[in-house]
């Protein structure tokens, strides 16, 4: 048995220790029945990142079925940062389903999707009046959110950045910048998608220097002329950008840069979509990422964070854009599903009354010192970046800076084995990222961060 951590009092979820604690290798005999039953059902497209099957999750942890403890630094990708099964979201689904479960709401009304939608109006980035549309996915929003765009500038072109991911429809395949393993083999794509370049200042900096990497403004300008010239503003219905780019790399773009944009959008009738599907819900230290730069979007895409771990998404945004599509135009058998709306309410209610906008901070701060330490004592930590509990490091080849992927996922696979739940990203692979749920105790924070360390001491380049 393996304990590295002091118990602690979970918030919210099942009652679970707070503590790693490993009783049987990863993955245990039970775990690894299941995943030959995987494989025997479920085809090999959908895999798995731990091959681990949970039977119980709360606070910051999540529990097997072979009775290991897992540390938890992915919250489902972003989603459970009120906690798994929060007492308060339990509570609201418990009640919701006893009531009923269905209705759809483009047949008959019901008020919690109304609710939702008057929270997020109140909520995003923007003193003017909203609208909000409820669906059931981040894609399905950002699908949505185009589709929304061109109808009310009358507009085909859109325009997404180099290492953006938005979804695996169709369109946002076109939309999402990396091809494995995304996109290869699926198209042909939805037309009319272009890119444009991103402000990474950690990879400008190795090609251009830290000033010129700095220049958020600059580096719009850049991303502005390709976009006049390949294009053209006349054309262009919306730019869809995340403001903390996540399965990229979490690449935070330079100061100045999504103002930048915003301001040109402005200025020549363009759509400006913010993706928040991954940043928003206090996951930045910020109800939304946007709020760092003071941005106000003409729509905004969440999803993730939104309901506790329901599936439920939303495009929110200025009302005459919002208001442009015709009866009928918007909708779908599910979205806005009456539970989940009830887990939405109960989890906007969460990170408004719990500190959970504060928390994020301090999560955050206790991430950059570790991870700031780890850089000085080992140069293949090529950068450290994120705001909030949104955090991440890059490791590369530290002669060169090229990405050291081989690396990345050596570190992560270790880690998994020591009993912490941790996610990769990035373009090319080598980007280790960190989204503890926001109800994690500082302890295990440390302790998974210790997890890490030892991993990357002791793997090899």
């Given at each position: 048995?393996?304990?590295?951590?002091?118990?602690?009092?979970?918030?919210?979820?099942?009652?679970?220790?707070q503590q790693r604690e490993l009783v049987?290798?990863?993955?245990?005999?039970?775990?690894?029945?299941?995943?030959?039953?995987?494989?025997?059902?479920?085809?090999?497209?959908?895999?798995?990142t731990l091959p681990i099957f949970v039977e119980a999750a709360g606070g910051g942890v999540l529990r097997d079925v072979d009775g290991n403890t897992l540390i938890d630094f992915g919250s489902g990708i972003a989603v459970t940062g009120v906690g798994n099964s929060a007492p308060a979201v339990v509570d609201a689904v418990t009640a919701q389903v006893a009531q009923f479960t269905h209705t759809c709401f483009t047949i008959t009304g019901y008020?919690?999707?109304?609710?939702?939608?008057?929270?997020?109006?109140?909520?995003?980035?923007?003193?003017?009046?909203?609208?909000?549309?409820?669906?059931?996915?981040?894609?399905?929003?950002?699908?949505?959110?185009?589709?929304?765009?061109?109808?009310?500038?009358?507009?085909?072109?859109?325009?997404?950045?180099?290492?953006?991911?938005?979804?695996?429809?169709?369109?946002t395949m076109a939309l999402t910048a990396k091809s494995m393993p995304y996109k290869s083999g699926f198209g042909p794509f939805a037309p009319e998608v272009y890119r444009a370049p991103m402000s990474y200042p950690y990879r400008d900096g190795l090609l251009m220097g830290e000033a010129q990497a700095n220049d958020g403004a600059a580096a719009a300008r850049r991303a502005i002329v390709q976009i006049e010239k390949q294009i053209g503003a006349a054309n262009l219905a919306a730019l869809v950008i995340e403001p903390i780019q996540g399965e990229g790399g979490f690449v935070v773009p330079a100061e100045g840069f999504l103002p930048t944009l915003l301001a040109w959008a402005r200025e020549n009738g363009v759509v400006f979509i913010a993706d928040e599907v991954q940043t928003g819900f206090a996951r930045t230290g910020d109800f939304f990422a946007c709020e760092h730069e003071g941005l106000e979007p003409d729509l905004i895409v969440t999803a993730k964070g939104i309901a506790g771990g329901l599936p439920l998404s939303a495009v929110t945004g200025r009302a005459e854009i919002m208001d442009s599509a015709h009866a009928g135009g918007l909708g779908?058998?599910?979205?806005?599903?009456?539970?989940?709306?009830?887990?939405?309410?109960?989890?906007?209610?969460?990170?408004?009354?719990?500190g959970l906008v504060e928390r994020a901070r301090a999560i955050g701060e206790q991430f950059l010192a570790r991870l700031t330490e780890l850089k000085r004592a080992d140069a293949r930590v090529g950068?450290?970046?994120?705001?909030?509990?949104?955090?991440?490091?890059?490791l590369v080849d530290p002669t060169t800076g090229d990405p050291d992927a081989a690396l990345t996922a050596a570190v992560a696979a270790k880690a998994h084995a020591a009993g912490v739940v941790l996610l990769t990203c990035g373009t090319y692979g080598n980007v280790i990222r960190f989204l503890p749920p926001l109800t994690i105790d500082d302890a295990l924070i440390a302790d998974g961060l210790d997890v890490v360390a030892t991993a990357l001491a002791e793997t090899a380049s």
């Amino acid at each position: 048995m393996t304990v590295t951590a002091e118990p602690e009092t979970v918030r919210g979820g099942p009652g679970l220790r707070q503590q790693r604690e490993l009783v049987t290798a990863i993955p245990g005999p039970r775990s690894q029945e299941l995943l030959a039953r995987k494989s025997a059902a479920v085809p090999k497209g959908v895999g798995l990142t731990l091959p681990i099957f949970v039977e119980a999750a709360g606070g910051g942890v999540l529990r097997d079925v072979d009775g290991n403890t897992l540390i938890d630094f992915g919250s489902g990708i972003a989603v459970t940062g009120v906690g798994n099964s929060a007492p308060a979201v339990v509570d609201a689904v418990t009640a919701q389903v006893a009531q009923f479960t269905h209705t759809c709401f483009t047949i008959t009304g019901y008020e919690g999707y109304v609710e939702v939608a008057e929270a997020l109006n109140r909520l995003t980035p923007g003193d003017f009046d909203k609208r909000t549309a409820l669906f059931n996915s981040g894609a399905e929003a950002v699908e949505n959110a185009v589709k929304i765009a061109r109808h009310f500038t009358g507009k085909q072109a859109v325009v997404a950045f180099d290492h953006g991911y938005h979804g695996r429809t169709n369109l946002t395949m076109a939309l999402t910048a990396k091809s494995m393993p995304y996109k290869s083999g699926f198209g042909p794509f939805a037309p009319e998608v272009y890119r444009a370049p991103m402000s990474y200042p950690y990879r400008d900096g190795l090609l251009m220097g830290e000033a010129q990497a700095n220049d958020g403004a600059a580096a719009a300008r850049r991303a502005i002329v390709q976009i006049e010239k390949q294009i053209g503003a006349a054309n262009l219905a919306a730019l869809v950008i995340e403001p903390i780019q996540g399965e990229g790399g979490f690449v935070v773009p330079a100061e100045g840069f999504l103002p930048t944009l915003l301001a040109w959008a402005r200025e020549n009738g363009v759509v400006f979509i913010a993706d928040e599907v991954q940043t928003g819900f206090a996951r930045t230290g910020d109800f939304f990422a946007c709020e760092h730069e003071g941005l106000e979007p003409d729509l905004i895409v969440t999803a993730k964070g939104i309901a506790g771990g329901l599936p439920l998404s939303a495009v929110t945004g200025r009302a005459e854009i919002m208001d442009s599509a015709h009866a009928g135009g918007l909708g779908g058998t599910y979205g806005g599903n009456p539970i989940a709306c009830a887990a939405a309410v109960a989890t906007i209610r969460s990170f408004e009354e719990d500190g959970l906008v504060e928390r994020a901070r301090a999560i955050g701060e206790q991430f950059l010192a570790r991870l700031t330490e780890l850089k000085r004592a080992d140069a293949r930590v090529g950068d450290i970046r994120g705001r909030g509990a949104m955090v991440a490091l890059e490791l590369v080849d530290p002669t060169t800076g090229d990405p050291d992927a081989a690396l990345t996922a050596a570190v992560a696979a270790k880690a998994h084995a020591a009993g912490v739940v941790l996610l990769t990203c990035g373009t090319y692979g080598n980007v280790i990222r960190f989204l503890p749920p926001l109800t994690i105790d500082d302890a295990l924070i440390a302790d998974g961060l210790d997890v890490v360390a030892t991993a990357l001491a002791e793997t090899a380049s």
